[in-house]
């Protein structure tokens, strides 16, 4: 699955080489952390793009064991402007869903504290925990305005019952090797 922006990805020719470097980086802490994690270069007819980054994580609880995956985009300016992240839509027969998430916008992009209060101190492994933190452990309280208003609206049964029938469409996760 891919996510179709809005405006097609644009990489920063000036920057590429900054990007390879930060993805490297990322891809050792991945790798000494031994976390479930998966990233790989976007590819744009045969061209790696370092810049925009597809990362694939093990769900857990109503997405047990299913590989929730998106594609994170730094900023032209990164680290000084927060980045973005989109996640996969799921699809049911021929249609193209949004996860349905407290935190998860009709765009599909990820509603995160740490993109809203951003600090160009935060390193690109800290981004990729805080959303698999943020996925696992929405931050929506009564009284707030939610990403997705209409799931926020269920009761807790309800929206456990929407999120297992989506994980059924997902496939299960692997780590690359």
Same mark, same amino acid.
């Given at each position: 699955?891919?996510?179709?922006?809005?405006? &097609?990805?644009?990489?920063?020719?000036?920057?590429?080489?900054? =990007? +390879?470097?930060? =993805?490297?980086?990322?891809?050792?802490?991945?790798?000494?952390?031994?976390?479930?994690?998966?990233?790989?270069?976007?590819? /744009?007819?045969?061209?790696?793009?370092?810049?925009?980054?597809?990362?694939?994580?093990?769900?857990?609880?109503?997405? /047990?064991?299913?590989?929730?995956?998106?594609?994170? &985009?730094?900023?032209?300016?990164? @680290?000084?402007?927060?980045?973005?992240?989109?996640?996969?839509?799921?699809?049911?027969?021929?249609?193209?869903?949004?996860?349905?998430?407290?935190?998860?916008?009709?765009?599909?992009?990820?509603?995160?504290?740490? =993109?809203?209060?951003?600090?160009?101190?935060?390193? +690109?492994?800290?981004?990729?925990?805080?959303?698999?933190?943020? =996925?696992?452990?929405?931050?929506?309280? +009564?009284?707030?305005? @939610?990403?997705?208003?209409?799931?926020?609206?269920?009761?807790?049964?309800?929206? +456990?019952?929407?999120?297992?029938?989506?994980?059924?469409?997902?496939?299960?996760?692997?780590?690359?090797?």
């Amino acid at each position: 699955m891919s996510i179709n922006f809005k405006k &097609k990805p644009q990489m920063n020719p000036q920057r590429a080489s900054d =990007f +390879e470097n930060l =993805f490297s980086k990322v891809q050792q802490d991945i790798d000494q952390n031994d976390v479930l994690y998966n990233i790989s270069p976007l590819m /744009e007819k045969d061209q790696v793009n370092y810049q925009f980054w597809r990362f694939e994580f093990r769900g857990q609880g109503n997405f /047990e064991g299913k590989c929730i995956s998106g594609v994170l &985009k730094l900023q032209s300016d990164h @680290p000084v402007s927060a980045p973005i992240f989109y996640f996969d839509p799921i699809r049911v027969g021929q249609i193209d869903e949004v996860i349905q998430h407290l935190n998860i916008y009709g765009d599909h992009t990820l509603c995160i504290p740490l =993109f809203t209060y951003w600090k160009k101190t935060t390193s +690109e492994y800290e981004i990729l925990q805080a959303i698999e933190h943020i =996925f696992h452990n929405p931050n929506w309280q +009564e009284g707030d305005a @939610p990403a997705n208003p209409g799931f926020a609206s269920e009761d807790q049964k309800k929206r +456990e019952q929407i999120q297992r029938s989506q994980a059924k469409y997902i496939p299960g996760f692997q780590k690359s090797q």
